[in-house]
Nanobody
């Protein structure tokens, strides 16, 4: 099994930036495309960014395109999400998970954007 632990969230003001990290317990996660998801209170969980297993292809939700950057360092078993120009609408719990039916949801990391 691959255990993923998200970190890097916090409370920031609009316009500020954060970098989230997703650390895997093993190297098995390198096989899979990875995604960052978020879930705001009262809303469904949504995929905001995805990256191919080798890191060569990325995709973003329209709401974050141009502001967020997903990357991975398979040698470090880590996936990152750089979040620039944050807005209150980005407030959510952020999760990382393999794309597809495998794996399980972790605790996520809270991102709160507020003046």
């Amino acid at each position: 099994q691959v255990q993923l632990v998200e970190s890097g969230g916090g409370l920031v003001q609009p316009g500020e930036s954060l970098r989230l990290s997703c650390a895997a317990s093993g190297s098995a996660s390198s096989i899979y495309a990875m995604g960052w998801y978020r879930q705001a209170p009262g809303k469904q969980r949504e995929l905001v960014a995805a990256i191919s297993s080798g890191g060569g292809t990325t995709n973003y939700a329209d709401s974050v395109k141009g502001r967020f950057t997903i990357s991975r360092d398979n040698a470090k078993n880590t996936v990152y999400l750089r979040m620039n120009n944050l807005t209150p609408e980005d407030t959510a719990v952020y999760y990382c998970k393999m794309i597809g039916p495998f794996g399980s949801w972790g605790q996520g990391t809270q991102v709160t954007v507020s003046s």
